[in-house]
């Protein structure tokens, strides 16, 4: 029988990538939800590539960040993120983003996606994130 789960924003997060990026993700039926904490000591050099999937809404906690629509290329159109404000962004639209850390030295978002990202893995491994150069980092 399904049943409610709750978790804790900042509990629990896994390290991506040391004094960077800190993340966790679960899934539900049809969702799946991600923790994204980007730590300015390193996280201020981490972009992301220009990436799609489902549907996604996400809400910056803390911090803020800017979400380009487009393949990574000058002048591909920004739209910004406040603090405590939150976006949609259309399926299989190609995005990528950066951050603005907050006075806490942090950006931080929830990511919910339908269908779920299969790219993530199981819920209890290290979280997948798009990063521009992953590989070079692996």
């Known amino acids: 029988m399904p049943k409610c789960r709750v978790f804790g924003i900042d509990d629990g997060l896994k390290e991506v990538v040391a004094d960077g990026l800190y993340m966790k993700h679960l899934f539900g ?8 904490k980007f730590v300015e000591k390193v996280g201020h050099n981490l ?3 220009s ?3 489902g549907e996604e809404a996400s809400l910056q906690i803390v ?7 487009g393949q990574g290329e000058p002048g ?12 949609i962004i259309p399926a299989e639209l ?3 983003g950066s951050n603005r850390f907050g006075a806490e030295g942090v950006s931080m ?6 269908p779920p990202r299969p790219e993530f893995g199981p819920e ?9 150069d992953r590989e070079a980092r692996a």
């Open 94 to 96: 190609d995005h990528y």
């Open 51 to 53: 990436h799609h999937h």
């Open 29 to 36: 039926q049809n969702i799946s939800v991600s923790i994204v």
């Open 109 to 114: 978002r929830l990511n919910v996606v339908t």
């Open 76 to 87: 591909d159109p920004e739209v910004r993120m406040a603090q405590r404000s939150a976006m």
């Open 124 to 132: 209890d491994s290290v979280p997948y994130y798009p990063l521009k």
């Open 63 to 69: 911090g803020e960040c800017s979400v380009f629509e």
């Open 47 to 49: 972009p992301a590539k």
